[in-house]
């Protein structure tokens, strides 16, 4: 089977673009060893097309994504899919409630557990305050987190410290591979 033979019927964009994962699946078992000099190639080729290579922006992957909580608990916010890396350009939190709330974002891994992860920032907001998390005005703005399907953002908002109300966590991001 070659590679190209489960690739053929996707497009570099649109409804049908192929995927990291698609992608992947085909590569996974190539051995870089003379004999497969060709198919390197046609992968090099590939990635190329797929703007997976170069590790820039790839074009119209940008999205905001939203997620309101209204409980004390966590929530797996960002996981990229296999093979592919998403670079964070921003994140936000605004609470809707009485009474003042901290929100927290988090660096994890499959398998940690809560008290393992890493804290990466916290925000402390009251009632209506858009409060940004990432990058914050203290740091500088070319600092950008890039997670993958091993290290992705969990959050979570301290919801004890508030009477009634939720807390709506905004990340904005884009697809670099």
């Known amino acids: 089977m070659s590679i ?5 019927t996707r497009t570099l964009f649109g409804s049908a673009k192929a995927t990291g994962t698609q992608v992947n699946t085909q590569e996974k078992d190539i051995h870089l060893e003379e004999k497969n000099r060709q198919l390197l190639n046609d992968i090099n080729l590939i990635n190329k097309s797929l703007m997976r290579a170069d590790g820039g922006i790839i074009p119209g992957s940008g999205e905001v994504k939203t997620y309101t909580q209204t409980n ?37 891994s499959p398998g940690l557990t809560a008290t393992a992860d890493m804290v ?33 953002l969990r959050v979570h908002s301290n ?5 009634t109300g939720s807390t ?3 990340v904005g991001y884009v697809r670099k591979r």
Not at 4 to 8: E, F, I
Not at 123 to 152: Q, R
Not at 159 to 163: E, I, Q, R, Y
């Open 72 to 108: 004390d608990s966590d929530y797996q916010f960002i996981i990229p899919p296999d093979g592919e890396v998403w670079m964070i350009q921003g994140i936000s939190s605004t609470v809707d409630a009485s009474g003042a709330n901290t929100a927290y974002l988090y660096l994890t």
């Open 4 to 8: 190209w033979d489960n690739l053929n």
């Open 159 to 163: 919801m004890d410290n508030v009477t």
């Open 168 to 170: 709506t966590f905004k």
């Open 120 to 152: 990466y920032l916290s925000s402390l907001a009251s009632s209506s305050d858009n409060v940004p998390i990432f990058p914050s005005d203290a740091e500088y703005k070319s600092n950008f987190l890039e997670l993958t399907s091993n290290m992705y």
